[in-house]
Structure formats: structure tokens, C-alpha cells
């Protein structure tokens, strides 16, 4: 047993292709396992196989970090209700991804500019973009990079799988995803997110609230390689509070009740 019992493992790996330095780098994939040490080389050997085999190309930069995190400063939370959408046209799912922002307390404004971010993205962000609920003024200043979620997995992984399979959804990029909308979601200034992967050959994105992660297909069309994500969050928000969530809170998220 030993005292690794009363810890968990962080794991996570970067990559990148393209570029000499890190502001000519363009992200390629970006992975995040928390795990028991046991766990640990294999994770990390799954994760390498992912990277270096994804649709997006290949990686000329591949970066793990692995940090101890103590059992007793992780947050354990619930996940988010899933809802799945479908449309004939990317213009009606982003027309319902809007009306669900609107609907989660997001003005029309900024829903509106919150699409037109990303589908203006001449390269797929890093993290997310953090915009205000009701002017849809961005408020975060991190560029291109914008701002990440870390340190999160769900807690017991076969749990949470069976689950998604019973809310008619699985994979590894619903798995991913319903973690993050579930960790951004506990945030204290949260109100909503929007996002759509840059998988080229993945449409189907995302609208959340704190209760909800609403699956909306097609958000995007089939080959296009730029995807993003939006935080919007409360007028006056504590963005330094929220990033520090973000980036540093480690949390397990719970399997779906039914």
C-alpha cells in the first residue's frame, strides 16, 4: 500500500507541430488523466499512442508533466446531464446552440459573438476563450493560448463510461468532454460554455450550463481542422479566481445518475 494511497497523479501531455518556438507552434492535441500510481505507465503509454497517431498530423513536440496531487485537496462533483441534438445544417445547430445560451443566461449578444469567434479562428486555441455573459466583451488576454482546464478525470472510469452508454452516447471525445463541461461548470462565475472540436472529421459539438451538456451535430463541416471553446461568465467575474479553478483545482468528476 504505502502512502501513494493517499495520492493521485496528474498526467498530462501537449502536442505540437509546426514552428521553432512556442509562439510558432500550432497545438495538435492535448491530453489529461488523473490516476493512482499503479495506473500510471500505462496511462501515459495510451496517451503517447493517441498523439502519435492522430488525425490532425504529426507531432514534431510532445510535452508530459506529471505532478502528485494529494487525495485530500480534490474535489469530488457531479456530471452534467447529457441532451443530444441533431440538424441538416450546421446553420440550424448553431442557430439552437444561440437559443441554449440564451436559454442558460447568456444575452443573445454574446452568444452570437461567441459563435462568431470560433468560426472566425483562422487556427484552433490552446484553451478557451473567456467572454462576458451579457456584453460578450472577451476578458481573458491570453491570445491564442487562452485559457486552459487541468487536473480533472472522472472517478471511477468503468462507472462513468457505462453511464454515457446508457445516455446513448461514448467515446474518448464525449468522455473528455463531459469532464471538462462538468469541472468548468463547478466554477463559481460560470454560466455557460460553447465549443466544437478541431478533429477534422468529428462535427459534433457542445452547449453547457451548470446543469446541462447539450450535444448539437453538425457544428461545423466534415474536413475542417478548426475547432474552439468559449467560457462565458458572470459581469464583474473574478477572473483570476476562475483561472485558478481552471488550472489548478484538481477534481473527479461522478458518474451520471439516472
Known amino acids: 500500500m504505502g502512502e501513494n494511497t493517499h495520492y493521485l ?21 492535448g491530453c489529461e488523466r488523473l490516476v493512482s500510481g ?7 503509454q495510451n496517451l503517447l499512442q493517441r498523439i502519435l497517431t492522430h488525425t490532425r498530423g504529426k507531432a514534431d513536440t510532445i510535452n508530459i508533466q506529471i505532478d502528485k496531487m494529494d487525495k ?12 443530444s441534438l441533431e440538424f441538416a445544417t450546421v446553420k440550424q445547430a448553431h442557430g439552437s446552440a444561440i437559443a441554449s445560451l440564451v436559454e442558460f443566461g447568456v444575452s443573445k ?33 491570453f491570445g491564442v493560448r487562452g485559457v486552459r482546464l487541468s487536473h480533472m478525470d472522472c472517478e471511477n472510469e468503468s462507472a462513468f463510461l457505462s453511464s454515457l452508454a446508457e445516455s446513448g452516447v461514448g467515446g474518448e471525445k464525449v468522455r473528455e468532454a463531459m469532464i471538462l463541461a462538468s469541472k468548468a461548470a463547478f466554477a ?19 452547449v453547457a450550463s451548470k446543469e446541462i451538456y447539450r450535444r448539437l451535430s453538425p457544428m461545423k463541416l466534415k474536413e475542417d481542422n478548426i475547432g474552439g471553446r468559449v467560457f462565458f461568465v458572470k459581469p464583474n467575474a473574478d477572473l483570476d479566481d476562475l483561472i485558478d479553478f481552471f488550472e489548478h483545482q484538481p477534481v473527479l468528476v461522478k458518474a451520471l445518475r439516472k
Not at 487556427?123 to 478557451?128: K, L, P, Q, T, Y
Open 188 to 206: 463559481k462565475d460560470y454560466m455557460a460554455e460553447l465549443c466544437w472540436s478541431d478533429d477534422p472529421h468529428y462535427v459534433t459539438g457542445y
Open 109 to 141: 449578444t454574446a452568444a452570437r459573438k461567441g459563435v462568431e469567434l470560433i468560426k472566425n479562428l483562422s487556427a484552433s486555441m490552446r484553451g478557451g476563450m473567456v467572454l462576458d455573459a451579457i456584453t460578450g466583451e472577451r476578458i481573458d488576454s
Open 72 to 83: 485530500a485537496t480534490i474535489h469530488l462533483i457531479p456530471a452534467l446531464k447529457i441532451e
Open 38 to 44: 499503479d495506473q500510471m505507465v500505462t496511462v501515459v
Open 9 to 29: 497523479f496528474s498526467v498530462r501531455m501537449r502536442a505540437a507541430t509546426n514552428g521553432s518556438n512556442e509562439n510558432e507552434r500550432q497545438h495538435l492535441s
